[in-house]
């Protein structure tokens, strides 16, 4: 079983930026992986996503034009966060999912069947 390792989370001030990275276990052959968002006690919440064949890419428009998803190799999934705001404050946790899944959105967590752990991004 591939795993998903995140890193790159902390504490910044409004305004500032971070870098987030997922790093896998061993190679995936993917469709598409995304960066999901988790506060506690709500449903997680698409940030970005990359498909593998095209490297398309898409974001939820309270990121659009501050974040970017980005596949450095095959392992390495990476989220470049900029003015940073403290609505986007939590626990930030990389998924990829395997198969094509017609029709499926992007930012829907329930086809996405590899997760990451998370890290921990505070903006005050």
């Known amino acids: 079983q591939v795993q998903l390792v995140e890193s790159g989370g902390g504490s910044v001030q409004a305004g500032g930026s971070l870098t987030l990275s997922c790093v896998a276990s061993a190679y995936m052959d993917t469709f598409r992986m995304a960066w999901f968002r988790q506060l506690p006690g709500k449903r997680r919440e698409g940030i970005a996503g990359?498909?593998?064949?095209?490297?398309?890419r898409h974001y939820a428009d309270a990121v659009q034009g501050r974040f970017t998803i980005s596949r450095d190799d095959s392992r390495t999934l990476t989220l470049r966060m900029t003015n940073l705001k403290p609505e986007d404050t939590g626990l930030y946790v990389c998924?990829?999912?395997?198969?094509?899944?017609?029709?499926?959105?992007?930012?829907?967590?329930?086809?996405?069947?590899?997760w990451g752990q998370g890290t921990q991004v505070t903006v005050s």
């Open positions: 998924a990829a999912q395997r198969l094509p899944s017609r029709g499926a959105p992007w930012s829907d967590s329930d086809f996405y069947g590899t």
């Open positions: 990359i498909y593998s064949a095209d490297g398309s």
